[in-house]
């Protein structure tokens, strides 16, 4: 059994992006609306790690908009030459259609790889921009050097930036892929058999030590605050049953953060090709 | 257990086009490059099929064509007005880049739903153009009553015709899917708990009786000729002991043709609005 040390692998990413961002001129902006606490936070901690690397990071909050604005605003900054990287922090109000703002971002400025065109492309097999939280998760399963021909893997989680995209991705890497969520019956039944287990579910100590087989990999992606501290999908049980597991917090997310401003990167070389 | 008629929900499907096509002037043209057998038999079967609906359809053939210039033809096509859809028929010889002679398509005229746009918005759960045999296997489901949500669904395929794109549209719907392949150490302990199994790996007579579990739905989409014989995944037994069962011949293949026709209906739509 190991920690796997989220910390680590982010921090290798931002000193090799950090090196490519020198010479360029890389400016981005995340809209931030309505205010809550979450989006504050996760817009401070992009805010944090764009200084950590040099590049240059804009919040434009509004505590009201209404769609028609929004893509105004998104065509705006499409339009705007320094701008070379885009994204909407979730969550949004209710009111606002987020497929279709993501829509509206140039496809080559989408940084949270939420595009439909940055989407379809990796059912195509055409890996360019990915979403944040499934490219972090492929570079730890790379950090940990596990093949994923094969094997048999298992995502609790079928949101449309979480499970729907990783599952392609990991079906592009020639694994078994099963997918699992709320309306599963029994996740147990799948679980039991995993040699990966991708968990992101935000229900505290979901995966018990009953869930996995001996030798399984998990990465926990799931984030649940109560009285101040941070819990994952994974028991502490569990935890020592795997081979191997990224802690919360100190896992997937900071390498999710590293990966957005790899994005970041990859934008600013597609606009300037 | 009973065969599903894939001919009588096809032939459903078409008459609702012929009446909705009628007073559209819509113009298709397929694609065919080389020439082999199965193109030009495909590309046939949509002939057949334009003709019975009332849609006009024109086959562009190639006995070579090199990469840059199929780009040019495809180019021409998305700027002619009267050419409201496009497709390019496979298999394509090697040297061709189907995924960028796709990507250059009209996205609102890619009748076979492969444009990466039209992919990804089916991650984004915006399902507007479909991939042609997915959307048949849907529309199977559909005319079985069966509902997804719950429902343990097990594809074997991950191609991105088929299986990626079906594994995402299954749990747009909540089923738990699990995706199968070639890489599968054993695909039995995958498909004896699927209440619906969906097969298209064209190896003949894959799926026995042992594979599945009574009151199983099998959607056979695999397709081996053989002594001028057409044979599914399916074997006779297995077929038996399904609750219910596509014939191939006769079951995915002519919704598939249809599913296509009524793309060409909402290309149309989506040109003139």
Redesign the interface.
Known sequence: MHAIDGKAIAKKIEDEIREKAKDKEIKIVTFVVGANEESLLFADLKDKACKRVGIEHEIIGFDLIKQEEFEKEIEKLNEDEHITGINIQLPLPKDLDY?RL??KIDYRKDIEG?????????????EEILPSTPKAILRIIDNEKLSL??K?AVIIN?S?II???L??LL?NR????????V???DIK??TI?ADLLITATGVKGLINEEHIKKNCIVIDAGIKKENGKIYGDLDEKAAKKALAFTPVPGGVGPVTIACMLENALIAYEKIHK
């Open positions: 497929n993501v829509s939420m595009h439909p065109l940055n989407l379809g492309n990796i059912t195509l097999g055409k021909k094969g048999n079928h449309k499970g729907k995209p599952a392609i079906l020639d694994a078994t892929v099963s997918v699992c969520h309306y599963t019956d039944k799948y058999k």
